[in-house]
């Protein structure tokens, strides 16, 4: 199965899952053992088709760099190797703004070197590893600089589209703005509830553009990781005060 990639929490909001569709996918049909969803068998021909595209990647001490890091990025979180293994202490969340800041500085210095990490240059795991990286940074101006080049590179299959999708709502609810996608939540009374999206009626359809999951399956993913339910609740995105 691939590695899930998840990361735990912000200090208010929950960032949560910035796994491919692919690793959705192996999750959900490993959690069921029943026959692959028309959006799994989807995922995975996309997942297969950028792998064949771009091959495994040429720069493997750059390879190694990110995976590391993006395994760093977990273990803060309370994951290895794609399962959850600890609960999160008031210690760990005290050090994960420390540890995502020191990540997106390395980050920083290795895009101003090399560029984007992209699929060729480091296999599409690492490239993945490098967006997640990039989802839990604090630096919101340095998200919205690259938004635009990573979405030509989504477009080019240069990079795994499901991936930036995150990366997008994240950057919208820190804007204050509604989410895209619907990938952003928040812990709120003991549940999850999931921050207000734009045109909610075509959410799916945005969705399944973007090789993520039903909204019905990725809501089971995330109670079954987190053991709590993810309500109905819509929470409204708080625009950041300027003072």
């Known amino acids: ?22 690793e959705l996918a192996a999750v959900q049909q490993s959690a069921s053992n029943e026959k692959p969803a028309a959006w799994e068998m989807e995922a995975k ?8 595209k771009n091959g495994p990647g040429t720069d493997a001490a ?9 395994d760093e990025d977990q273990a803060a979180r309370g994951f290895t190797h794609g399962q959850k293994t600890s609960k999160p202490t008031q210690a760990m969340i005290a050090a ?17 070197k090399s560029g984007w990490p992209v699929i060729s240059l480091v296999g599409i795991e690492a490239s993945n590893g490098a ?12 998200q919205r600089r690259l938004l635009p080049e990573l979405q030509t590179l989504a477009a080019e299959d240069k990079i795994d589209g499901s991936s930036l999708a995150l990366v997008v709502d994240k950057e919208l609810v820190a804007e204050g703005k509604q989410q895209l996608y619907g990938t952003q939540f928040k812990f709120i009374n003991g549940k999850m509830a999931m921050y207000a999206v734009e045109d909610p009626s075509h959410l799916d359809e945005r969705r ?3 090789l993520l999951p039903p909204m019905n399956v990725y809501r089971q993913v995330l109670e079954g990781i987190y053991h709590l339910q993810a309500s109905e609740d819509v929470v409204m995105p708080t625009k950041p005060s300027t003072h």
């Open 1 to 22: 199965m691939p590695r899930l990639h998840l990361p735990l929490l912000c200090v208010v909001a929950v960032c949560l899952f910035v796994f491919s569709s692919n």
């Open 62 to 70: 750059l390879q190694r760099e990110l995976l590391r890091m993006r």
């Open 45 to 52: 021909k996309r997942h297969d088709a950028l792998i064949e």
């Open 96 to 112: 994960l703004s420390a540890t995502d800041r020191r990540l997106t500085e390395e980050l920083k210095q290795i895009v101003a």
């Open 131 to 142: 967006m997640l990286i990039l989802t839990h940074t604090a630096d919101h101006a340095w």
């Open 208 to 210: 399944a553009k973007a």
